[in-house]
């Protein structure tokens, strides 16, 4: 059913025809590959093959890093970054405000690169370099409040002036996914960037194209060559040595993976911001404008065909609406155009590798077997690309099943009915996890009502995911098992610095004056305070 993949250069020399398949050619021309790889610091002698989900055609073949790469990264990094934490802050601005210039002329190739790395939808695509240019828009705005110096109260009025400046952790290490790859491998970057620091980073190795074409605007827009290392290799080698020498860790992937980073950071006693799982909640209450529901929710579900962390898998539907609501559900979701192709027009793409087709096949034939309705889809669609599965709804989902708890990470949603909101609620907060969810309803006092009730670090009203995702001034991240920390806002650059207070104390000093006793010392501290409480002093 699936197209074979190459398994390294010695495949390419067998290939005959690429008139009649598509995968006797590299889709990107290797001197274009070869241009962008300049940016990876690698030097094992190895590669590795990448290949496209659209149709198993051969995208480039990549050097591999080892750890001496990664140990040769940081240290350029830390040279550079020693003469970027002395550069004015408006010179930061001006770099990200070309970066959001370059990102807005270059989108087409963008989405080109992504396209043929994931398989996504063109319009899936176009949100990254939105997402990317909004962000590093926002930093070059915000930059100059963010990080200057402040006042902070001191201990005596007049005599103890505090003053508290922001500095940069030194060099952040980033760990990036492939569902989202240019995304990813910039939003926390270009924070990081903006705060004083460099950055080593890994992307995934599925869609390192993308990130090394990141890497490449980054430069053209002023950034100092050596403040952005790309190393790339197996997670398993790569990500230790990243962690074993950053001064913070950025890591986006699966909770258990996230688990072995926070551990490995707490050895050293540096910090980290985690993105992991997520088995997001949609609530449609029964005042809900149903139109709208289901359009958000064909949204929610299906965009990137699932693989978005945001993204829902479990959908909680009031009883009082439930039939009306999932015959527009699936009525949207049979119109849905499928395609793996490079082109405007799909609803939705191709899912990025047979593990994904894997994992999603398994829960829905498990689905299946033990009970559940297939409303819609439930196949795989080989006919339109090797990974392409149809965007399924399911009813009748049980615990016993493997999709009821764990992610699924693909076009897949399971709906359930509810009688009483309350019980919604406490549905939606079932689990370990707690990423994002959404609430539809007419009344939106009630909505919010309910939404601050879900522990999820993102709620959405009215809206599946955007309404957070895109509100770059508002921080986002999970709760419980869903990871630690935030991206985005002030939080999101702020964690990459270390907050120092400098205090200067003039004429008085903390301690008995010249002949003064300790006791009478402390009775005059002691009234003091009481004077300073009265006066309504913090």
Known sequence: MNAPEPSGPADLQGLRDPEHDPRASYALEPEYVAGLATRLRATSGETTALVSPLAGQPLAHLPVSQVSDVEEAFARARRAQEAWARTPVAQRSAALHRLHDLILDRQDEIMDLIVWESGKARKHAFDEPLHVALTARYYARTLPGLVAPRRASGAIPVLTRVDLSRVPKGVVGIISPWNYPFTMALCDGIAALAAGNAVVTKPDGQTMITALYGAQLLEEAGFPADLWQVV?????????????????????????????????????????????????????????????????????????????????????????????????????????????????????????????????????????????????????????????YEPTILEGVTPDMTCFADETFGPVIALYRFSDEADAVARANAGDYGLNASVYSRDVRRARALASQIRCGTVNVNEAFAATFASIDAPMGGMRQSGLGRRQGAEGLHRFTETQSVATQRLMRFGPAYGMSDRAYARMMTVSLRALDKLGRA
């Not at 230790?240 to 890591?251: L, N, S, T």
Request: net charge negative.
């Open 232 to 388: 790339h290799g197996p997670g398993s080698e790569m990500g230790p040595a990243i962690i074993e020498r950053a001064d913070y860790v950025c890591f986006t992937g699966s909770t258990a993976t996230g688990r072995d980073v926070a551990r490995r950071c707490a050895d050293r006693l540096i910090g980290c911001s985690l993105e992991l799982g997520g088995k997001n909640p949609l609530l449609v209450l029964r005042d809900a404008d149903l139109e709208r529901a289901a359009e958000g929710a064909v949204r929610a579900s299906f965009a990137n065909a699932g693989q978005l962390c945001v993204s829902m898998e479990r959908m909680y539907v009031a009883d009082q609406v439930y039939d009306r609501f999932v015959e527009r559900f699936v009525a949207r979701t049979q119109a849905m155009t499928i395609g793996a192709t490079l082109d405007w027009g799909n609803d939705m793409g191709s899912l990025i590798s047979a593990k994904q087709l894997e994992t999603v096949v398994a829960h829905v034939d498990d689905a299946v077997a033990k009970g559940a309705r297939v409303l819609t889809g439930g196949r795989a669609r080989p006919d339109l690309g090797p990974y392409v």
